[in-house]
């Protein structure tokens, strides 16, 4: 079955440290990924796409991720974490089949301590 | 970016009573509308897609009838959580992917959220 899968339920980073999240995703075929960001009683932000164009994607709120084919990985990074960053983030896929269904990862916590 | 507006945002209704969820795009044509439902601390279930003057399509485990969906305009889609229980107390968001004609930009835009409690 075509899944996506964020590795780490929770990650706790300081204030001004690299965030690392990671995600990957079970496709045989380069899908289109993305990360959103979830912040308490709200909705999805997107923080970036991949669809098949550049392998480093650049976001919104100095994220970026890089789409590794040979590892089946889009990790996102940022290399320096704020204190706003804190929230829930998720990795979705859209898979192979040309459905516009997204498959979401299980999301990871960031917590940002001062 | 696309703006997808949900009402209401916060819902508490009695166990047995039905209760209607409207998601709305408010700047382009939402031809497919898909709803899921987020429990606490957990991802996003995809429930069902609807698409403008079709029938939804339920995922596997998803009372069709207990869910009601409707997609009767390219601005509108409601969710009708029919006979309530405790147990349907959860969060549901609606997104949209954005369509212009024929073209597409691979973005889903995401209402956001309505807290659904039955007591």
């Known amino acids: 079955a075509q899944s996506v899968t964020q590795l780490g339920s929770h990650v706790s980073v300081s204030e001004g440290a690299l965030v690392l999240l990671r995600c990957n995703y079970s496709?045989?075929?380069?899908?289109?990924l993305f990360w959103y960001v979830q912040y308490p009683n709200q909705g999805l932000q997107l923080l970036l796409k991949?669809?098949?164009?550049?392998?480093l994607v650049k976001g919104i709120n100095g994220f970026e991720a890089e789409f590794k084919k040979s590892e089946t990985s889009f990790h996102l990074t940022k290399p320096s974490a704020h204190m706003s960053d804190a929230a829930e983030y998720f990795c979705a896929g859209r898979l192979q089949g040309g459905s516009e269904k997204l498959v979401f990862g299980k999301g990871t916590k960031l917590t940002v301590n001062p | 970016g696309a703006v997808v507006s949900q009402h209401p945002s916060w819902v508490i209704c009695k166990s047995g009573t039905s209760v209607k969820i409207e998601c709305r795009s408010l700047d382009f044509q939402a031809t497919t509308m898909f709803w899921y439902r987020q429990f606490p601390k957990q991802s996003l279930m995809l429930m069902a897609t609807?698409?403008?003057?079709?029938?939804?399509?339920?995922e596997q485990g998803v009372e069709k009838d207990k869910f009601l969906i409707n997609h009767a305009s390219l601005t509108l889609s409601t969710l009708t959580v029919t006979s309530a229980h405790p147990e349907d107390s959860s969060f549901y968001i609606c997104?949209?992917?954005?369509?212009?004609?024929?073209?597409?930009?691979?973005?889903?835009?995401f209402g956001p959220g309505t807290r659904l409690t039955v007591t």
């Open positions: 609807s698409n403008e003057g079709s029938k939804a399509t339920y």
């Open positions: 997104s949209t992917p954005w369509t212009s004609g024929t073209q597409r930009n691979h973005e889903q835009y």
């Open positions: 496709s045989s075929v380069p899908p289109y």
């Open positions: 991949y669809t098949s164009a550049a392998t």
